[in-house]
């Protein structure tokens, strides 16, 4: 079974949707221990951090989330779920999980002259080799709706980078987690294969 977070943060039937397209079964849950029960974990989420954290802090969820991580069990975030994985967000001077040691930063578009928030395709450059992206074509691109971005602390963490206003880290992977800042489960085909791979993923961050 794989447990899709619901802390209010939208987008979850959009993922339940793909889940069920790839046959795989899945539930939607804010219930602590059925995460724990959980194979794997999908954390999804658009809006604000600050709110993020109040729901999940209210809920439980912040713990059942570090708890799943330190256990080893597989966890996919996306989006907003990307963020709130590092220490701080910039959006509500929020504090967030700090699975990952980092901040959160929004992109700086008074020096650009491109919109905020980001959105539309782009594509991802893959510093490394992961299970996650086997079979993805180095030039698919995939659905950004974000303004906000993830800093890590560790470079090591930075698994793919996206270029608008600047050059940012759009995946992560630390051991049994992976985020991505676009929104697999609305970017196609290359969507689907990145959310079937996390599907069968042993939480390995690296591929023999």
């Keep these: 079974m794989i447990a899709i977070i619901d802390y209010n943060a939208g987008n979850l039937t959009s993922v339940k949707r793909a889940m069920d397209r790839l046959g795989r079964k899945s539930v939607i849950t804010d219930d602590c221990s059925s995460i724990a029960r ?17 729901d999940l802090k209210k809920k439980g969820l912040d713990r059942a989330l ?9 966890i996919l975030g996306i989006c907003l ?3 709130i994985i590092m220490e701080r967000s910039e959006e509500n001077d929020t504090e967030c999980l700090g699975i990952i040691r980092g901040k959160v930063k929004r992109f700086a578009v008074e020096s650009s002259g491109l919109k905020v928030p980001h959105m539309g395709w782009n594509s ?13 074509e180095p030039d698919s691109e995939f659905y950004f ?5 993830p800093l890590p602390d560790d470079p090591d963490r930075v698994l793919g980078e996206t270029d608008y206003i600047a ?6 992977s630390a051991g049994n987690l992976a985020a991505m800042q676009f ?10 294969k990145i ?11 690296y591929v023999e």
């Excluded at 794997?40 to 709110?51: L, S, T």
């Excluded at 570090?66 to 597989?74: C, L, S, T």
């Excluded at 050059?167 to 992560?172: E, G, H, K, T």
Aim: proline fraction near 7%; charge should be positive; glycine fraction near 10%.
């Design 38 to 54: 959980a194979e794997r974990i999908i954390f999804p989420g658009v809006g604000a951090a600050g709110r993020a954290m109040t």
């Design 183 to 192: 929104h697999p489960e609305k970017s196609g085909e290359p969507g689907l």
């Design 81 to 83: 779920g990307t963020q």
């Design 167 to 172: 050059r940012f880290a759009s995946a992560l």
């Design 66 to 74: 570090i708890e799943a991580f330190n256990e080893k069990k597989p």
């Design 145 to 149: 709706v974000h303004s906000y971005y």
């Design 195 to 205: 959310l079937d791979n996390f599907c069968k993923w042993d939480g390995r961050d």
């Design 124 to 136: 991802v450059m893959l510093r490394r080799k992961h299970p996650l992206f086997q079979g993805v």
